[in-house]
């Protein structure tokens, strides 16, 4: 039978994971019996809801519980397991019969006893301990599972070994009750955070006692990584109360999901913030579910369904600086940027593919936040995300970003279920602000966020070609003025703030390509792309060197028998500029998107994207296919000739145009 820890008015603890220990020496020869008495602090022992001490609980050990004593050995360390047979008391004997401790060292000791990833003392930060919190925990009424708390002591010699030890709590706990009519059905509780919850972790304790911690880990190979979201998983009871575990850290907003057997979900969302204290805990109260499972979130609005593809390609537009009263003005605008996206090739060809969900949240006032540039506030707007950026400049554009994938986690129905991950959901902000700008933000596991405000209350823009480049050869340094002949062979990008959507969201963020764009004319020597080199690649449509472009065995090696099968196809070439940079760089058309946010992506850019669109969609791309389904048309040098239609926002020569300057590069931000 299985058993659990049982606390007498609460239960305080945290989950366990089984883990690889590292830089381990097993004890060797055959040592004696040694006996250790363990306990709790008080503020460990009693764990408070508020900080007046109330509501305090009791730890208890059980019978076969086990605790590790760790001493350390240079940069690694040994280590043995002690057992008790003492069941429901706060202190107990642990017993080791094969107990051959050294000299002259620092000692310490964790429960459980296999539930930690690594161990190492230090005289410059004291003692590190390597832990994991799981993202899957296991829900008990009125309790926890057995062999769930995770403490660690300081024990600092071997002489500290004779005396009563003393185990400090790591980690934080959320304590809640469901009650109404779908109670009883939920199999499965899902707390999604806008900060590190669970995951890979270090634990310290100084000399003195004082324990830290970080959700970054020093022991690999790490386990999960850093994670903002665990399942509580079981059999939930009406009016009982349930725990969940997890790492200490401030949530701005949280949201939890519940699940029943069938996986159709009811949310909950909250922005308040959410503390998550060492050793405390977190009451969230009594949650009422009255309505039906599967009940839509009448602010989430699914605005396109895939046909295509094992798996959805699944993008997700947000809003922020929209009022309560300005909700129909939100979907109205993230409507016609989807349809400005999916009517771009090569979206347009691939939108089968897609889920795109528009979500609403309100803000208290319209607008966003203004700075001096450097990212100080100086004009401040109460927004649901905090957008704000300069008012004569755009380069320190920002948001709260990890709000923006919280809101997005707890809301897209792929990500409640399991089937992707927000690393897997390309998000884009809509902001409601008169002001010119637009900013994508990446993070190493592939998340972003890509800001576009609702410029000029949606009058027209215009972008130019840059004034000067370069020779398109392998010489580098050559620059000369561009002539009035090359600006009307490629025309003059015309539109709106869609076309800071296409080129912010459908280049930078759902494509992951750099500007092609350059300006004055210095340039950076080396060949090295560094975006190429993040974890999850980016700028693949820039080359650092001039011989063996990315696009050389794909386009150049075959551009004869390309040209013959569509005469646009003669744009592909090595052009010298792009990466912000106006020598040593290449792409490889001379006109794009990425360069005047035209309606039109590159023949390899295109590629690229759906290459991308592909992989999410679990399926493989081919070449062959792509071909058979290219649209080489550039509406702005294309469309009278084609008699293709102009695209939306290039309405006549009776419309104003205000001259924009180029948008900054994306940023990886960790």
Request: charged letters at 20%.
């Amino acid at each position: 039978m299985r058993k659990y820890i049982v606390l007498a008015a609460a239960a305080f603890a945290a989950l366990a994971s089984c883990t690889k220990v590292l830089e381990v020496e097993a004890p060797s020869g055959n040592g004696g019996t040694m006996v250790i008495r363990a306990g709790f602090e008080d503020e460990t022992t009693r764990t408070s809801l508020e900080p007046d001490g109330g509501g305090s609980v009791s730890v208890l050990w059980n019978s076969g519980d086990a605790i590790r004593v760790l001493a350390s050995q240079g940069s690694g360390y040994y280590y043995a397991d002690f057992t008790t047979s003492d069941d429901g008391v706060s202190q107990a004997e642990f017993y080791c019969h094969n107990w051959n401790p050294i000299e002259n060292t620092h000692y310490a000791a964790v429960y459980p006893s296999d539930m930690f990833k690594g161990f190492r003392y230090d005289s410059s930060d004291g003692y590190r301990f390597g832990m994991v919190v799981p993202p899957a925990q296991t829900a008990v009424k009125g309790g926890v599972e057995r062999g769930l708390i995770r403490s660690f002591s300081a024990i600092g010699s071997k002489e500290d070994l004779a005396g009563d030890i003393s185990f400090k709590n790591a980690l934080a706990m959320l304590r809640f009750r469901l009650t109404g009519a779908s109670a009883s059905r939920v199999k499965k509780v899902k707390l999604v955070a806008n900060s590190v919850v669970a995951g890979d972790g270090m634990v310290f304790i100084s000399d003195s006692g004082e324990m830290t911690h970080t959700t970054t880990s020093y022991y690999l190979p790490l386990e999960y990584g850093q994670m903002s979201n665990i399942e509580l998983s079981g059999d939930f009871t009406a009016g009982a109360e349930y725990y969940i575990a997890a790492w200490p850290g401030v949530s701005n907003g949280f949201s939890l999901l519940f699940f029943d057997a069938s996986d159709r979900v009811l949310a909950r969302y909250s922005d308040k913030t959410l503390s998550l204290n060492r050793s405390r805990i977190t009451d969230l109260g009594t949650i009422a579910l009255n309505e039906e499972f599967g009940t839509p979130d009448p602010n989430v609005v699914k605005y396109m369904s895939h046909t295509k593809g094992s798996k959805p390609v699944t993008i997700a537009i947000v809003g922020d600086g929209f009022t309560a009263s300005e909700k129909d003005k939100f979907l109205s605008l993230a409507g016609s940027a989807a349809d400005f996206l999916f009517g771009t090739e090569p979206y347009k060809s691939y939108k089968d593919y897609f889920n795109v969900y528009l979500m609403w949240a309100a803000s208290n006032e319209s607008g966003a936040s203004v700075t001096d540039g450097n990212g100080t506030v100086t004009s401040r707007k109460d927004t649901y995300f905090g957008a704000k950026w300069g008012q004569n400049s755009y380069g320190d554009m920002n948001s709260d970003y990890d709000k923006v994938w919280g809101f997005v986690s707890a809301r897209c129905p792929e990500i409640q279920s399991g089937l992707l991950s927000i690393d897997e959901v390309p998000v884009a902000m809509i902001i409601n602000d008169k002001r010119y700008g637009g900013l994508c933000f990446y993070t190493s596991s592939g998340r972003c966020v890509a800001h576009v405000p609702y410029t000029d209350d949606g009058g027209g823009l215009a972008w130019s070609f840059p004034a000067q480049v370069a020779s398109d050869d392998a010489v580098v340094g050559t620059v000369r003025n561009v002539t009035e002949a090359e600006r009307n062979e490629l025309g003059r990008s015309q539109g709106d703030w869609r076309n800071t959507f296409i080129h912010e969201f459908g280049g930078h963020g759902f494509g992951r390509l750099l500007d092609e764009y350059w300006s004055g004319t210095t340039y950076n020597t080396g060949t090295t792309i560094s975006p190429q080199s993040w974890p999850i690649p980016a700028g693949l449509n820039i080359s650092g060197t001039y011989d063996n472009v990315p696009w050389q065995a794909d386009l150049l090696d075959n551009l004869p028998s390309l040209v013959a099968r569509d005469p646009h196809y003669a744009r592909i070439g090595r052009f010298q500029g792009g990466d912000v940079m106006i020598c040593n760089r290449w792409r490889s058309e001379k006109i794009s998107c990425m360069i005047d946010n035209r309606q039109y992506f590159s023949t390899w850019q295109r590629i690229l994207i759906v290459k991308r669109i592909l992989q999410l969609a679990g399926e493989s791309f081919s070449l062959s296919d792509f071909w058979s389904k290219d649209v080489t048309i550039d509406p702005v040098r294309d469309a009278s000739s084609s008699g293709a239609p102009a695209p939306a926002g290039y309405e006549g020569s009776h419309r104003t145009y205000t001259e924009c300057p180029p948008l900054p590069p994306p940023v990886l931000l960790y």
